[in-house]
């Protein structure tokens, strides 16, 4: 951005808002997408994650656990005023941040999940985190289906892997790219662009719309499910306490 900044006028006839900037993040790359957003490490609830015995059924610990190797344990501050809306899809948060953490983001924040994804697992990293924000504007989609990656654009045929598990069926890249490209259009126009007229795509009824005659469905909730889901996510971890660290 600071770059972008400097060619603004130069190459870009200044029409770029760079006071106003959208970013998005996929994964790893979620976890950078919250990071500049506002989301602080949280050093306690990640070592608490990470000498849990149960953290072999999260690997998206593998990546977050390297943070305890830093030389400095300090208040590490990655914000960037300039980002006003974050969409991030399967992004790893939860041990490195934490609810102290990502407490800190108060900008409007679209978070997008798959019911299939083994490296970031929604009932450890989004589903858990999702009650933590703080932003008056929060979204939690869950795809089913979604794997964390298209597997069809994988080589060393872990396409033809997969079609030898029987009754295991997965989504369409195209039906996928639907359901994630309408929420990244509608979040950005109407929290980064302002147009309000966008808002009636952001809830679930649209979501349901979109899913009509699908096997695999879409799931929209926002700050005012919040409430439930936490009632939802407590009755599992009194469920699973063998699963399931408290934050």
């Known amino acids: 951005m600071d770059e972008l900044t400097r060619l603004n006028e130069a190459q870009f006839e200044g029409k770029l808002n760079l006071e106003s900037v959208g970013v998005s993040g996929h ?3 979620g976890y950078t997408a919250l990071a500049v957003g506002g989301a602080k490490f949280d050093f306690e609830t990640l070592e608490r994650n990470c000498n849990s015995t149960i953290g072999n059924l999260n690997a998206a610990l593998l990546v977050q656990c390297r943070g305890l190797k830093l030389d400095q344990r300090k208040d590490y501050d990655f914000r960037d005023s300039r980002i006003k809306a974050i969409f991030v899809s399967n992004p790893v948060n939860a041990a ?5 953490g990502l407490s800190n983001i108060t900008i409007p924040i679209f978070i997008s999940a798959g019911s299939y994804d083994p490296a970031t697992p929604f009932i450890f990293e989004q589903g858990r985190t999702f009650p933590f924000l703080n932003s008056e504007n929060t979204y939690l ?3 089913e289906g979604q794997a964390h990656i298209d597997f069809s654009m994988l080589d060393a045929g872990i396409s033809d892997l997969i079609e030898t598990v029987g009754n295991l069926t997965l989504p369409t890249s195209d039906l996928l790219d639907a359901y994630t490209h309408s929420m990244t259009l509608a979040f950005f126009e109407v929290h980064l662009n302002g147009q309000e007229n966008y808002q009636d795509y952001l809830n679930a009824r649209y979501s349901q719309y979109m899913s009509e005659g699908q096997e695999f469905k879409a799931h929209l909730i926002t700050k005012a499910s919040v409430p439930e889901l936490k009632i939802k996510y407590e009755t599992f971890s009194n ?5 399931i660290i408290d934050q």
Do not use: A, D, H, V
């Not at 469920?239 to 699963?243: H, M, Q, S």
């Open 239 to 243: 469920e699973n306490r063998n699963l």
């Open 141 to 143: 989609q869950l795809q």
């Open 96 to 100: 490195i941040f934490g609810r102290k």
């Open 27 to 29: 994964s790893f790359g």
